[in-house]
């Protein structure tokens, strides 16, 4: 097997956009995810790729933040809600997810611009995503600044869970590939999930 070395300053070397798109891509397959918040001018929806599992007991997911040289809606209004919505990208609204990604004023709700509907459920005050197969009702917990680099690590813990009935296996496995959901290498590039195989609990041979 033939094999390229890339040394860091390699890297740094690289024309821009192929430097950010050759880092973006190197830790593989990532959820999207859609976030929704409500702030003082309306509600706010934009798709993110970082959100990493914290803990299961209790339930907690991060979620990547890049350092604040533009403004950042999402972040500001869970800021001053302390509450969000994680949404899973489906295959079936892939496009218009990406399209929230795309520059909007605050006062421009990316629910009504990219074609989503609005769904509140249980007095929950931040909307979920009507489209959706797999919702999750989150609350602020904490954020981390990385030094290296000035990113922010947001911690939410899930609260209420909603998904398609039949998406869960009775050991509570959520089957991705039955609710069709979408993967992502680096930030535009989507692929399909599928399952190649099931292992047992690895013990000691």
């Known amino acids: 097997m033939a094999f390229s070395r890339y040394t860091a300053k390699d890297v740094a070397e690289m024309e821009r956009f192929t430097r950010v798109t050759f880092g973006n891509t190197l830790s593989g397959m990532r959820s999207p995810f859609l976030v929704g918040t409500k702030g003082p001018l309306g509600t706010n929806l934009a798709i993110f790729n970082s959100i990493v599992h914290i803990g299961a007991n209790p339930m907690l997911l991060g979620m990547i933040f890049r350092p604040d040289t533009v403004e950042r809606h999402t972040l500001q209004n869970i800021h001053r809600s302390k509450?969000?919505?994680?949404?899973?990208?489906?295959?079936?609204?892939?496009?218009?997810?990406?399209?929230?990604?795309?520059?909007?004023?605050?006062?421009?709700?990316?629910?009504?611009?990219?074609?989503?509907?609005?769904?509140y459920r249980n007095d929950f005050e931040a909307p979920f995503v009507e489209e959706s197969p797999l919702q999750m009702a989150l609350e602020f917990r904490e954020e981390l600044i990385i030094s290296s680099n000035q990113t922010r690590l947001l911690i939410g813990e899930v609260l209420d869970i909603y998904v398609r009935e039949e998406a869960v296996s009775p050991r509570g496995e959520i089957l991705h590939e039955t609710l069709e959901s979408a993967v992502v290498s680096g930030l535009d590039a989507y692929y399909s999930v599928k399952k190649v195989a099931e292992m047992p609990y690895a013990r000691p041979q």
Do not use: R, W
């Open 83 to 119: 509450i969000y919505t994680l949404n899973i990208v489906s295959q079936d609204i892939l496009g218009a997810a990406h399209m929230t990604s795309a520059n909007y004023p605050e006062n421009v709700s990316e629910f009504e611009a990219c074609g989503f509907n609005e769904k």
